[in-house]
């Protein structure tokens, strides 16, 4: 029998407006002083892949209870709740999934996105996170549309192996395919994320390095997390970053480079002849969560302040139900000003362990 995890769509709140309105300022912080800068909105729940550490088929099959288009925001209500974000400080929005290029005209709503501006009149950073599987078709048009990058997953380039990790037979030539017409197309600097389950691909580790080294493309590792409750998650098979550099550094040898931003979740290590970097991303072992500037929208408009929450704010049905711009920018910022989200700096307290008994977002529901 399958198991069913439910998407958090009945445990979210719907946020407060009444009383004094807070308009945008640009400046909004939380009770961590961290400010509010990067969007990452989930535009489908939906993915072709069934990849063993997110959607592993035995929960997510063909019976599995996915969304209906009627629930989910539509690309004009995107916009706008995008817009109120921009005027409380995003700078940079990152569209996924599920996998985002199975929304239909994906590309008109990047376009609505690139012509957002800052309070300051610059353009937005409009980045998309994909599986890779449609993207050899679609890079040119998504570029088209104003999307300034792009990162691909891949965790694998043995074929059989990333068959099996992906569960849906997708061959990684043709993900490889999908970065060269990224490249092509002038989606840079393209970053490949490869998420490292020890165990089962951590043998990829210097392959893949080797593979990128000189292309262009930053490779960045991720510790195996435990985001929802589906991927049967264990300690035991998270390799830790510093020794993912370990393993590269004794084939080619590596410096540490000096982050872009305070806010840059992968710590950065270039290759000493000159030919690239790598990154590696450490939210098990090495906890980043003092700096995150990070809020998510899921795709039926419910709005999570870490990726590890357990439950959300229904943006949806305030916009739905009526409410002006004004009342979303004051909902908004009072959800900011109330958060102290920083559940891996926790991760293993008394106060971490506490919310294993309740609801667990969901990885292919809020997006990574």
């Given amino acids: 029998m399958s198991r069913r995890i439910i998407p958090l769509a009945d445990v979210s709140a719907i946020p407060d407006f009444a009383g004094a309105a807070a308009a945008p300022s640009g400046l909004l912080t939380d009770t961590l002083a961290r400010a509010l800068r990067d969007l990452r909105i989930s535009v489908t729940d939906r993915c072709n892949f069934r990849c063993v550490y997110c959607m592993p088929r035995d929960v997510f099959d063909k019976d599995y209870p996915f969304l209906p288009h009627s629930a989910l925001l539509s690309f004009e209500e995107i916009e706008r709740l995008a817009r109120v974000f921009v005027a409380h400080g995003v700078e940079k929005i990152r569209l996924t999934g599920g996998e985002p290029l199975l929304r239909k005209n994906i590309e008109f709503l990047i376009d609505r996105l690139a012509q957002l501006r800052t309070p300051e009149g610059r353009p937005l950073d409009i980045t998309l996170t994909t599986n890779g599987s449609l993207l050899a078709r679609k890079a040119r048009s998504l570029k088209d549309a104003g999307l300034s990058r792009v990162t691909v997953s891949l965790d694998a380039l043995d ?210």
């Fill in 159 to 368: 074929d059989a192996l990333f068959r099996r990790m992906n569960d849906a037979d997708f061959a990684v030539a043709d993900v490889l395919d999908g970065i060269a017409a990224a490249q092509a197309a002038g989606l840079a600097p393209i970053k490949v994320n490869m998420v490292v389950k020890r165990g089962t691909n951590d043998q990829e580790i210097v392959p893949m390095a080797r593979h990128f080294k000189g292309s262009g493309v930053v490779l960045r590792f991720i510790e195996y997390m435990d985001v929802g409750a589906s991927n049967g998650w264990n300690m035991s098979e998270v390799l830790p970053s510093a020794l993912v550099v370990e393993r590269i550094a004794a084939h080619f040898p590596l410096a540490p480079l000096e982050a872009h931003t305070a806010a840059e979740t992968a710590q950065r290590w270039g290759y000493c002849d000159g030919s690239g970097e790598i990154g590696v991303i450490s939210s098990v072992t090495r906890a980043f969560c003092g700096s995150c500037t990070r809020a998510r929208l899921s795709t039926e408009g419910k709005l999570y302040l870490c990726l590890f929450a357990s439950a959300g704010h229904d943006l949806r049905a305030l916009i739905r139900g009526g409410a002006t711009d004004e009342d979303v920018a004051t909902a908004i910022a009072r959800i900011w000003e109330a958060r102290g989200d920083r559940y891996s700096q926790l991760r293993g307290s008394a106060s971490a362990a506490s919310r294993e008994d309740g609801p667990r977002v969901e990885m292919s529901y809020i997006g990574g």
